[in-house]
């Protein structure tokens, strides 16, 4: 079966600081992989997603990047942390083996202070 | 491009009534239409999904979805609504071949006993 791994849980990070988020999945290959945000009553919103291994797809303008080094590892990144960047992130992967259903890690919580 | 929209941010019921979730999307391909659920400081986890075939759905726990065209709903039920029930519920639509998914600002379900 498959599994979605991601770290860290949670995260505390000081304004203007880099930041690493990472996701791997285990047990398919090729994967779809998907970074979301999800803030306060806001929903959630769609990041990046990425069908192949250095093939990013940036959604919304932001100050963070994501790279796909392998083809089951997703890293979500900033250079420099806003306040704004805080929220829940929720790594994803679909493909053809879950047909067309996208799958959620257990989140990350980041909070800027 | 799709879009969703889950009327009502909070809806509230009583321990063995009839739950009723809406979600109205639109979507200029064929959609597929999925129901997620979120308990506090968890990802979110699959309730049912629609893509082709019976329009009403089963999923997990003992709710039900039923995908009307006409309407462009697909709204999330479930018969006697157990304290375990309470969450946040997602609506999300995906269409075309990326499986990228659009979510609704989600409905916070509580139960009172």
């Known amino acids: 079966s498959q599994t979605i791994h991601q770290w860290p849980a949670t995260l505390v990070q000081p304004v203007g600081s880099p930041l690493s988020l990472e996701c791997t999945v285990e047990?398919?290959?090729?994967?779809?992989l998907y970074w979301y945000r999800q803030a306060a009553g806001r929903g959630l919103q769609l990041l990046f997603y990425?069908?192949?291994?250095?093939?990013i797809s940036s959604e919304v303008p932001q100050n963070l990047s994501a790279s796909r080094p392998q083809d089951r590892q997703f890293i979500l990144s900033s250079k420099k942390l806003l306040l704004s960047d805080s929220g829940f992130y929720l790594c994803?992967?679909?493909?053809?083996?879950?047909?067309?259903?996208?799958?959620f890690g257990e989140g990350s919580w980041l909070t800027v202070v | 491009a799709q879009s969703v929209t889950q009327l009502g941010s909070h809806v509230s019921v009583s321990e063995g009534a009839l739950v009723l979730l809406r979600c109205n999307y639109s979507?200029?391909?064929?959609?597929?239409l999925f129901w997620y659920v979120q308990y506090p400081n968890q990802g979110l986890q699959l309730l049912l999904k629609?893509?082709?075939?019976?329009?009403l759905v089963k999923g997990i726990n003992g709710f039900e979805a039923e995908f009307k065209k006409s309407e462009t709903s697909f709204h999330l039920t479930k018969p006697s609504a157990h304290m375990s029930d309470a969450a946040e519920y997602f609506c999300?639509?995906?269409?075309?071949?990326?499986?990228?998914?659009?979510f609704g600002k989600g409905t916070l379900l509580t139960v009172n006993p």
């Open positions: 994803a992967w679909s493909g053809t083996s879950s047909g067309n259903t996208i799958y």
């Open positions: 979507s200029s391909v064929p959609p597929y």
């Open positions: 629609y893509t082709t075939g019976a329009t």
């Open positions: 990425s069908v192949g291994i250095g093939q």
């Open positions: 047990g398919t290959s090729n994967p779809n």
């Open positions: 999300a639509v995906s269409g075309g071949s990326n499986y990228k998914l659009t």
